[in-house]
């Protein structure tokens, strides 16, 4: 009888410990308003885990969107509440919006007028002086959605720092109201970001003399907020780590192997309640391939005398690079933030016409794509830095930056430009968002280069794996977990991984991928260990492993498991 009776309650526990209910709060998200790969997360990780039949809360700052007719009746965003109150001896005023995105429940914070809509409805997401006063309204507003929302989440899913003043809100709650909410944090970049005390005392209205039950390695104990502050160094990712159920972040690498990874940064006492969540991609061949077609479809016809279905990868990429570079839309590259719009009006070179639009190129080549931020981390000036030994070798090799600037790297984006400026023939930067283009670009590629410096997923390499183009890469991170380098692999692999910062390595990558993606021959192959791969028919292979690495591993209704057994754990811990 014991046994059975064990055996039941075990199941019971089981049961118990399972979520149901989340909610996930981030700064940004597809289908409302996305700036980078944490956006993509957002939306995409939330609609995965609502098709799993959880209830999921999905919340964020307007950035504006509550503020435009348009996406509020797309979302179905109507006033949800109205509070007021004074911080820093100003007054804010702020509604709670609710909507619908794609099954997930979404509540929107929006400045109803004076200082907390200069801040709440701000179009720049991440920036000094800007992302912080973001953070803090959501934080002084998180209780009120949690006391008035029709149902309590199992878990809060916090990402990023900017989240983090919200997190902690939830957690002294908790400890008001003599509630457990189970927290998870999820770091996606860690940037070490360090907060005044009174930032999170006066403006994000958190008591720092509330104690919280902390426990580590098994030790339990009990701790003020500003005990926690001051043991974390004011660093709000570590201060997470400290009040939070389970850290998460987005490899395993990133999480402990990298130079400079994250249990290095905020402490190894955290490894115990670590894990990491994979980023996903939900790209898919046929309907980047019917979105090409819808939108360029009679253009393309045109310009090849094909249809798009009998068009072939070449083919599609003497259109990108002979018309469509030069006859982007009149509202694209679009960039939101005016002051970095008004920047990128002053870059005048031989890569641009008088408006500042790019000009086609006058010839086709291979083709070497990269996206992302214009960070340092990013690595773009190591492949720019790498074009001329390339060119040495294939001197019609054409490289193409779909870049998106930020503020911080307002050098690098001059720098770029006047570099990119020297190889009029071979080379294009846009700065801004260009979807027109961007789909067209990853199919129409030889080849997808991510040269950072650190990684910690890298969802870009799945956007293009997805699609069949294949990657060279730094060996950092999540890249080094996702691509599978074609040394090691043989006719298994996706792409090249190289030392971060190596020019030269980076160089020889790109020309022996180009050279088995292009000719199928060995001779300009640089790589022994690759010669033998080189042989009719080893591109198609190649990009077959592509698509099928993504399918396999990297979906995100594959990914939202991780993420469950990461809530379960974080529910456990917290009842434990």
């Given at each position: 009888m014991r046994i059975t009776y064990l055996s039941?309650?075990?199941?019971?526990?089981?049961?118990?410990?399972?979520?149901?209910?989340?909610?996930?709060?981030?700064?940004?998200?597809?289908?409302?308003?996305?700036?980078?790969?944490?956006?993509?997360?957002?939306?995409?990780?939330?609609?995965?885990?609502?098709?799993?039949?959880?209830?999921?809360?999905l919340i964020m700052p307007s950035h504006g969107v509550a503020k435009d007719e348009a996406i509020r009746e797309r979302l179905g965003l109507s006033e949800m509440h109205a509070l007021d109150f004074k911080a820093l001896g100003k007054n804010y005023e702020i509604t709670i919006y609710r909507g619908l995105l794609d099954g997930v429940e979404l509540y929107v914070i929006s400045g109803a007028g004076g200082e907390a809509e200069n801040i709440l409805e701000n179009p720049v997401v991440y920036a000094d002086e800007i992302t912080e006063p973001k953070a803090a309204l959501l934080a002084r507003t998180i209780n009120v959605l949690y006391e008035i929302?029709?149902?309590?989440?199992?878990?809060?899913?916090?990402?990023?720092?900017?989240?983090?003043?919200?997190?902690?809100?939830?957690?002294?709650?908790?400890?008001?109201?003599?509630?457990?909410?189970?927290?998870?944090?999820?770091?996606?970049?860690?940037?070490?970001?360090?907060?005044?005390?009174?930032?999170?005392?006066d403006f994000c209205g958190l008591n720092m003399e509330t104690e919280l039950e902390i426990s580590l390695d098994g030790e339990a104990g009990k701790y003020t907020l500003e005990q926690l502050y001051e043991l974390s160094g004011g660093i709000l990712e570590r201060l997470a780590a400290y009040i939070s159920d389970v850290v998460a972040t987005?490899?395993?690498?990133?999480?402990?192997?990298?130079?400079?990874?994250?249990?290095?940064?905020?402490?190894?006492?955290?490894?115990?309640?670590?894990?990491?969540?994979y980023n996903g991609c939900d790209w898919r061949f046929e309907e980047i391939m019917n979105n090409i077609s819808k939108r360029h479809g009679e253009e393309i016809e045109e310009y090849l005398g094909v249809k798009v279905e009998r068009a072939d990868r070449k083919l599609l990429r003497k259109y990108l690079l002979e018309k469509a570079l030069g006859e982007?839309?009149?509202?694209?590259?679009?960039?939101?933030?005016?002051?970095?719009?008004?920047?990128?009006?002053?870059?005048?070179?031989?890569?641009?016409?008088?408006?500042?639009?790019?000009?086609?190129?006058?010839?086709?080549?291979?083709?070497?794509?990269?996206?992302?931020?214009?960070?340092?981390?990013?690595?773009?000036?190591?492949?720019?830095?790498?074009?001329?030994?390339?060119l040495k070798v294939y001197s019609n090799a054409k490289f193409l930056f779909l870049l998106l600037p930020v503020r911080g790297g307002e050098s690098l984006i001059k720098e770029l430009f006047d570099e990119a400026c020297q190889y009029p023939e071979n080379v294009r930067i846009i700065y801004g968002i260009t979807p027109s283009i961007y789909h067209l670009a990853h199919v129409a590629a030889t080849m997808y280069a991510a040269p950072s410096r650190w990684e910690p997923f890298g969802i870009m390499a799945l956007e293009s794996m997805a699609v069949g183009t294949p990657v060279v890469a730094s060996r950092v991170g999540g890249l080094s977990e996702t691509i599978l380098d074609l040394r090691e692999y043989g006719v298994e692999g996706t792409g090249l991984l190289v030392p971060k910062d190596s020019v030269k390595d980076l160089a020889e990558a790109i020309i022996s991928l180009v050279s088995l993606m292009e000719?199928?021959?060995?001779?300009?192959?640089?790589?022994?260990?690759?010669?033998?791969?080189?042989?009719?028919g080893i591109s198609e292979r190649i990009r077959g492993n592509c698509m099928k690495r993504v399918e396999e591993s990297f979906r995100w209704i594959k990914v939202a498991d991780m993420a469950i057994n990461a809530y379960n754990n974080a529910l456990s811990k917290a009842k434990g």
């Open positions: 039941r309650l075990s199941r019971l526990n089981s049961m118990e410990d399972r979520v149901s209910k989340v909610w996930f709060i981030a700064f940004e998200s597809k289908g409302v308003y996305k700036v980078g790969g944490l956006g993509e997360v957002a939306g995409s990780m939330t609609k995965a885990l609502a098709s799993k039949n959880l209830k999921v809360a929302a029709e149902w309590k989440p199992d878990v809060v899913h916090i990402n990023d720092w900017h989240a983090v003043p919200s997190g902690i809100a939830l957690k002294l709650y908790g400890v008001e109201k003599r509630l457990r909410i189970p927290l998870l944090f999820q770091i996606h970049l860690y940037c070490g970001k360090w907060v005044d005390k009174k930032y999170l005392s987005v490899s395993e690498s990133y999480l402990k192997k990298d130079e400079n990874n994250i249990l290095q940064n905020i402490g190894f006492q955290f490894e115990k309640k670590s894990t990491y969540i982007l839309p009149e509202n694209e590259p679009i960039i939101k933030d005016e002051y970095l719009a008004e920047l990128i009006k002053e870059l005048k070179g031989s890569i641009v016409n008088s408006a500042g639009k790019p000009l086609p190129f006058r010839d086709d080549g291979p083709l070497i794509i990269t996206t992302g931020r214009t960070s340092v981390q990013k690595g773009l000036d190591v492949l720019i830095e790498a074009v001329p030994q390339v000719e199928e021959r060995a001779d300009k192959v640089l790589y022994k260990e690759l010669k033998n791969l080189a042989r009719i």
